[in-house]
């Protein structure tokens, strides 16, 4: 197999980076628990440093490119291809996720180009849609109301939405608490908010490098979860690992062991620049996830990569 050369397009010293405290509880104390580079676009060689807060066990990118610094990680076309087959096969699971609708208010946070208000106003005419989006040109259905800002800075009504989603979204932010207590602003009393993010004590994520560093900023877990819910006044209504509507498996476990054991890093193995034995490693590797990781026993056992939450305002708020 030829190699592949990797070009980076920005040296360490060319990134806007900036050092954060962690978003949860504010502690400044960390471990370290891997370093990664850009594997899925190679905007950049850099490692970025994924960390553990010592106190509340927030894990998270740290340093990470400012928020004007991250527009080279994000492609040109990254919101688009969602209307496809495919898609709506994943819009009509992540519907059953969601309490019965009929003529609800309804938020959809960083929803692309809507297509996934558009597939529930196709299924729900009677819905008021509303999605915001920072990085979006614009929304093609002219039902759907839409702010072209991040939540916090989009003005929305206070108590205004029976139902707030997001799909794998919070896990790109740069301040996920001020979107948290923004939810917790708009929905009414009574109101939903479910939710799809990663899952950091996932293999997925820990072990097998599945998280799209430097894009994923923040990276939850079932307890992480239950702090932002009671930080923000909300309840915590279930939390539920699916592989269904991402792939949350560990496949690459293995395959990354065997090959940290033979000296390979991620630079080497996207360029293919391996040695007989390291290939051997690779290859051995990847049928050793393909055996373990058929099934989806890592949902079945809450442990999966994808971490579905659904939160509640108290009636009383």
């Known amino acids: 197999m030829p190699r592949r050369a990797i070009v980076p397009r920005l040296r360490a010293t060319e990134l806007e980076l900036e050092h954060v405290a962690c978003d949860l509880c504010g502690a ?9 580079p850009d594997t899925g676009q190679w905007t950049s060689d850099y490692e970025f440093p994924v960390v553990e807060c010592l106190r509340c066990g927030l894990v998270y990118v740290n340093p990470r490119p400012t928020p004007a610094g991250m527009a080279p990680f994000y492609a040109n076309d990254y919101h688009g291809g969602r209307a496809d087959e495919v898609h709506q096969r994943r819009y009509a699971r992540q519907e059953r996720y969601l309490p019965p609708l009929t003529n609800q208010s309804i938020l959809d946070v960083g929803c692309a180009r809507g297509d996934f208000l558009a597939f529930l106003l196709a299924r729900h005419p009677g819905l008021r849609a509303v999605g915001c989006d920072a990085y979006s040109p614009g929304v093609a259905d002219p039902r759907i109301e839409f702010h072209a800002r991040a939540l ?3 003005g929305l009504p206070e108590a205004s939405f029976d139902l707030v ?15 948290f207590a923004e939810v917790a602003r708009v929905l009414k009393p009574g109101g939903r908010f479910v939710f799809l993010v990663t899952n950091a004590e996932s ?5 097998a490098f599945g998280e799209d560093v430097p894009r994923h900023t923040y990276h939850y877990s079932h307890r992480s ?3 932002y819910a009671e930080k923000h006044g ?10 269904r509507l991402f792939d949350g498996r560990g496949k690459g476990t293995f ?5 940290r054991a033979t000296g390979v890093g991620f630079a080497a193995d996207s360029a293919r620049d391996l040695r007989p034995g390291q290939r051997l490693a690779r290859t051995a590797g990847k049928l050793v996830d393909g055996l373990v990781f058929a099934l989806s026993w890592e949902a079945w056992l809450g442990r999966s990569g994808m971490l579905i939450a659904e939160f509640e305002k108290p009636e009383h708020a």
């Open 28 to 36: 400044d104390a960390t471990r370290e628990r891997y370093k990664k």
């Open 152 to 154: 916090p800075d989009c």
């Open 165 to 179: 989603t997001s799909w794998a979204v919070f896990e790109h932010l740069h301040a996920p608490s001020r979107s």
């Open 203 to 207: 293999l997925w994520s820990s072990r």
């Open 225 to 227: 979860l239950r702090a």
């Open 234 to 243: 909300l309840g915590v209504r279930r939390l539920v690992c699916d592989d």
């Open 255 to 259: 395959r990354w062991k065997l090959l």
